[in-house]
């Protein structure tokens, strides 16, 4: 199986594809396609340009499954905790538990989620979500249907996956840190799992900024000026005496555009580590920021932690992409995406291509195809179903009318014995005694003076009166002369606040009052109490 892993920057478009054998993995190319270098977003018709030129330039045509990525700053996360580990239970709550975490409409985004740690029969799941109009603007890009992405996930969560695959030795708290051109993502990784990632809004484009306004250069300039002499001086270079202040000065004016950088990382491996996790202990550098010369001798200097460059392609024995520090910075992104779909267990990453933006759709006349197939297969079942019906209702017919009689009377919600069934006149007398002692009942419970509804009255209201749409589960129902107390479970505050509306619109219903709410027991629904009075009649 062929995978391709596209990771479409704001500098350049890059992509591996990887051929995935029964007992290897073999990275067969690294191949990148360079956008317009301007200030701003490459402009979406530029980004389908460049992907439609690395896909014909270099016969990257299927069959093959593609994997692709929306960037962090468009994807936002949330990590919850569940009081249960069953898969069935997580996925029926996560939509009611994000709905107060998120400030759009459910109907507006795509989300999924996985756990990322199970502690003491407690779920931590962490859960990811993008506006649909993003996700379309994202596969908007692609030249076609054929070559969009089977899986779209998120920058920050997909170099998770190459740690499943011969990854070095590392402390139980690492990072990766992928330097970008207009952002920075974080992924941090606590004993072999993904427990913490940010998306920092930093990246390369901030160093060409400073060179841009410290030296008065054009902006493409400035650039080139960066990619081929920018550095950054440590405090054990600044005490040789070879330095000179032309080079203090060109490194301070990279310094301003990235310590802000280094602050908002170091802040990250403190909110990590204040939410229970590791302290990171070392950090992987990659992406094409990460090329600045000394840039991981800064960052272990001002973060206090050992920092090196990642070296994603030298886990492969069979790679066919060359070594270096450029191809390991800058393909590791797109490896990392490729292997998502590698892994045996791809169907737990993180998709948004779901729904409505599921790859399997078609186009209309396929639509039509699958429609007329699909309705074609239901009535051919119905008529299976009724054929076979009507086969063992025929079989079975003389013997059911046989028994006839004597299964009408045990359908009854009152129990026969069986030797009154030979004996009518026994069985009318047995009947009659019961209907007795129900209408005694039934009478009993519409009260003596008939002043107020009677119980089964107010029972019946109830029932009519709520809702299908809203939960109400009445658990105990209280009715001392005129006065009712009700105790109940619903699935919000929404719903009791309908449900009061409800009883308070009830003509023969006065005093209404909501008692206290709170969480039931199953920690998903809300218990709560309503009192009130029943209106005697014929008062106004």
């Known amino acids: 199986m062929r995978i391709l892993g ?12 990887v051929e995935v054998g029964l007992r290897n993995i073999e990275p067969l190319g690294f191949f990148e396609e360079p956008l317009p270098i301007t200030k701003d977003l490459p402009r979406p018709e530029d980004v389908r340009v460049a992907l439609h030129t690395l896909f014909t330039k270099h016969h990257l045509l299927p069959p093959l499954k593609i994997v692709s990525s929306m960037p962090g700053s468009l994807v936002s996360s949330r990590l919850i905790t569940l009081p249960f580990t069953e898969r069935s239970k997580i996925n029926q709550t996560i939509p009611f538990e994000l709905e107060e975490h998120i400030p759009f409409p459910m109907e507006k985004i795509i989300f999924d989620h996985h756990p990322l740690s199970i502690v003491e ?3 931590n ?6 506006t649909k109009e993003n996700i379309k603007e994202r596969l908007d890009i692609f030249p076609s249907l054929e070559l969009s992405p089977d899986i779209l996930t998120a920058d920050p969560v997909a170099p998770y996956n190459l740690t499943f695959f011969n990854w070095p030795e590392t402390p139980e708290t690492f990072a990766i840190v992928n330097i970008g051109r207009h952002q920075t993502t974080i992924s941090i990784m606590d004993n072999q799992n993904l427990s913490h990632i940010r998306t920092i809004a930093i990246g390369g484009q901030a160093v060409t900024e400073a060179i841009e306004k410290e030296y008065r250069l054009p902006f493409e300039e400035a650039e080139k000026a960066k990619i081929q002499n920018g550095f950054l001086l440590d405090g054990q270079d600044q005490s040789e005496t070879q330095i000179s202040p032309d080079q203090i000065r060109f490194s301070n004016c990279i310094k301003q555009a990235v310590d802000p950088l280094v602050a908002a990382i170091h802040q990250t491996f403190q909110s990590a580590r204040s939410k229970g996790y590791g302290v990171v202990k070392k950090s992987c550098l990659t992406g094409g920021g990460s090329l600045l010369r000394n840039i991981g001798r800064y960052f272990s200097q001002e973060l206090q932690v050992e920092v090196t460059h990642l070296k994603s392609l030298e886990a492969f024995e069979m790679s066919h992409i060359p070594a270096s520090d450029e191809h390991d910075a800058k393909a590791s992104l797109a490896l990392s995406l490729a292997l998502g779909f590698a892994r045996k267990r791809y169907a737990e990453q993180f998709n948004f291509r779901k729904g409505e933006f599921s790859k399997t759709q078609r186009e209309p006349m396929g639509q039509e ?10 009535i051919g079942l119905i008529l299976f179903l009724n054929l076979s019906v009507n086969y063992f209702i025929l079989k079975s017919v003389y013997k059911r009318l046989e028994e006839q009689a004597s299964q009408i009377i045990k359908k009854f919600p009152i129990k026969v014995p069986d030797s009154l069934l030979s004996s009518p006149t026994e069985l009318r007398a047995f009947l009659n005694k019961k209907a007795s002692g129900q209408e005694e009942k039934i ?13 089964l009255e107010v029972i019946k209201q109830i029932s009519q009166m709520v809702p299908k749409s809203v939960l ?7 009715i001392v002369e005129n006065h009712v107390k009700v105790k109940a479970i619903s699935d919000s505050f929404n719903s009791i606040e309908n449900i009061e509306k409800s009883f308070k619109s009830n003509p023969n219903f006065t005093k209404v009052a909501k008692g206290e709410i709170s969480t039931s027991a199953d920690g998903q629904n809300k218990d709560f109490t309503l009192t009130f009075d029943i209106k005697k009649k014929g008062k106004p």
């Open 369 to 378: 195809i699958r429609y007329l197939l699909s309705v074609g297969g239901i």
């Open 472 to 478: 109400f589960d009445v658990r105990d129902l209280s």
């Open 125 to 130: 799941i962490l859960v990811l979500f993008a």
């Open 6 to 17: 596209l990771d479409i920057g704001s500098y350049s478009i890059k992509a591996v594809e």
């Open 121 to 123: 029969k407690k779920s």
């Open 443 to 455: 009478e009993a419970l519409g009260g003596k003076k008939e002043e107020t509804l009677s119980t």
